[in-house]
């Protein structure tokens, strides 16, 4: 099946820098979304992208379904912005299937 | 529009006993996942209900079961509970297929003792 990394495992930032998430997947995909795990464990949705690019305010997301990647920008960092961020993809079967995550700490 | 909705938020049991776990669908989903997330871990994937039925299942054994109703809820059950059924157990749903997203709920941490 559909394997995914995430790099890097964790990033410290300070207030206003900017970051990029990087998610392989090593095959094919016909889902690729992004997700944020606020701190009571809850999923939110960033982005569903298997192709193309996204934007929405300070957060955009690319996917490059040829070669098996996705990235997702964090411009101008906010406090707010930390915590797990995760990339999950899905192949032929509808399962998703996540990375290991990529804990984020944004520090005043 | 309700979002996906699991209950309870919360649960404590002990090895040997038996869980369920609730989800209701967001509005106008019929396809319900349930994903386990380890500490420190991604989420993995359990299995999905699509009409009532199990449509996929991921490598969990048999004492992991579930249900779904015609109001698109679902439940999972876990009987003989082992000390490393601890974890957060996630529900999402979504539109049938494969290009179509998930959303998920808030998630019941579950913990054996």
């Known amino acids: 099946g559909i394997q995914v990394e995430q790099s890097p495992p964790d990033l410290i930032l300070q207030e206003g820098a900017n970051s990029t998430l990087r998610c392989n997947f090593s095959?094919?995909?016909?889902?690729l979304q992004w997700f944020h795990q606020n701190p009571w464990g809850q999923l939110i949705n960033l982005f569903y992208?298997?192709?193309g690019t996204k934007q929405n305010g300070r957060l955009s997301a690319t996917t490059v379904a040829t070669e098996r990647y996705s990235l997702l920008y964090i411009s101008s960092s906010q406090t707010t912005d930390s915590g797990v961020y995760f990339c999950?993809?899905?192949?032929?079967?509808?399962?998703?299937?996540f990375g290991k995550g990529m804990k984020l700490t944004v520090n005043p | 529009e309700t979002g996906v909705t699991q209950s309870p938020t919360h649960l404590i049991k002990t090895r040997g006993q038996q869980v369920t776990l609730r989800c209701s669908s967001q509005?106008?989903?019929?396809?319900v996942s349930w994903y386990q997330q380890a500490l420190g871990q991604g989420p993995q994937f359990i299995f999905q209900?699509?009409?009532?039925?199990?449509?996929g299942r991921g490598n969990f054994p048999p004492r992991f079961s579930g249900l779904q109703f015609p109001n698109y809820s679902s439940e999972l059950n876990v009987n003989a509970l082992e000390l490393d059924d601890s974890a957060l157990y996630l529900c999402?749903?979504?539109?049938?297929?494969?290009?179509?997203?998930?959303?998920f709920g808030q998630g019941t941490r579950l913990t054996v003792v």
């Open positions: 999402a749903s979504s539109l049938p297929g494969v290009n179509t997203e998930a959303f």
């Open positions: 095959d094919s995909v016909n889902n």
């Open positions: 992208i298997p192709s």
């Open positions: 999950a993809s899905a192949g032929g079967s509808e399962k998703l299937v």
């Open positions: 509005s106008g989903h019929n396809t």
């Open positions: 209900y699509y009409r009532e039925e199990e449509n």
